[in-house]
């Protein structure tokens, strides 16, 4: 049964046990040097938030805490739900397709539908104007056609046959923030059509190897083989941090652009390429309690890995947020 996977008690152990549970792929790390973290003589005195999985501060290349929880340990790869679209994001960037492109040009599958007209710059930055709802009336359908619930009647059979059935919505591309996963698994499609290899194999070879990864991480993967990059990426405490030293290093305008949103009340301050600007922080988040938040000026990292037992929680929260003002400044 999948109704239940990522939901609290079970999301314990499934989050690192993802290929367990459904279908994925292996993104591999290459052969070349891994990014060695420095470690502190001794840990901070912290107490974890609850429902923590995993948890790593570094500062300055060195890993100053490092703790794990639940079920995970340093070999585990854990489910990074939207944390997955700021990989593709940095993985769209070092591609270099063009922001501009329609993304019909790629993915013509989706003509005539909400996506018709939108460019690769709308999808970067969910500005598409679609009327697909990121609520559990719509997601528990596409959950369905990711593999990630059990099958619903009358709902398409992967993501490719779900996108062009996305309808248009009553503003124009381009001039709202509107939140949908369904986006980024589109500009996964685009990202490897442009690269014509397997998404997967384009974040090994321009992303994974960049970041000087440790270990080979998991991306899932639809009933057809498309990548459910929407929230489907797992990989390890250490190189979650090693991602967040990558874009500490570099200025790629992550989480730059302004939210304009006048619906729907959303607590950061701007997203650009599928990375949100937050407490001070350039954020990747992830429902149930996933986060990379990086302050390059700091050039200082804080991952936390969970399992919440609900898709969000105001309190817990509210303390991830603690945290990262006070230990990322």
């Not at 652009?257 to 949100?276: E, F, K, L």
Request: charged letters at 20%; proline letters at 6%; a negative charge.
């Amino acid at each position: 049964m999948l109704d239940d996977w990522q939901i609290g008690p079970r999301n314990r152990w499934a989050y690192v046990h993802v290929g367990e549970v459904v279908e994925t792929t292996m993104v591999t790390r290459g052969d070349g040097p891994v990014t060695e973290l420095a470690r502190a003589e001794a840990p901070l005195a912290l107490e974890l938030p609850p429902y923590t999985d995993g948890f790593a501060l570094v500062r300055d290349g060195v890993l100053l805490h490092e703790a794990y929880g639940g079920e995970m340990g340093e070999t585990s790869r854990h489910l990074s739900q939207s944390v997955a679209k700021s990989v593709l994001g940095l993985t769209t960037l070092l591609v270099g397709v063009d922001p501009q492109a329609p993304v019909t040009d790629f993915v013509p599958e989706v003509a005539g539908s909400g996506y018709d007209g939108a460019t690769v710059r709308h999808l970067l930055d969910m500005t598409a104007a679609v009327d697909f709802v990121e609520d559990y009336e719509h997601f528990v359908r596409y959950d369905a056609v990711c593999g990630w619930h059990d099958p619903i009647d009358g709902a398409p059979g992967s993501i490719l046959e779900f996108l062009p059935t996305i309808g248009k919505a009553d503003w124009a591309h381009g001039t709202r923030f509107h939140y949908a996963s369904p986006n980024t698994d589109l500009l996964g499609l685009v990202v490897q059509r442009a690269a014509r290899k397997p998404l997967a194999s384009v974040i090994a070879d321009v992303l994974w190897s960049a970041i000087g990864a440790e270990r080979d991480a998991e991306l899932a993967v639809d009933p057809r083989g498309t990548a459910v990059i929407s929230g489907g990426f797992c990989a390890t405490l250490r190189d979650y941090a090693r991602l967040g030293i990558f874009v500490a290093e570099r200025d790629m305008n992550l989480g730059t652009q302004p939210i304009q949103d006048p619906t729907v009340p959303v607590s950061a301050q701007g997203y650009a390429n599928q990375w949100w600007r937050r407490d001070g922080a350039i954020c990747a988040r992830g429902i149930h309690g996933q986060l990379v938040a990086v302050n390059p000026d700091a050039r200082t990292v804080l991952t936390i890995l969970s399992s919440w037992p609900t898709a969000v929680d105001a309190k817990l929260d509210a303390g991830q947020r603690v945290l990262v003002r006070k230990l990322t400044r």
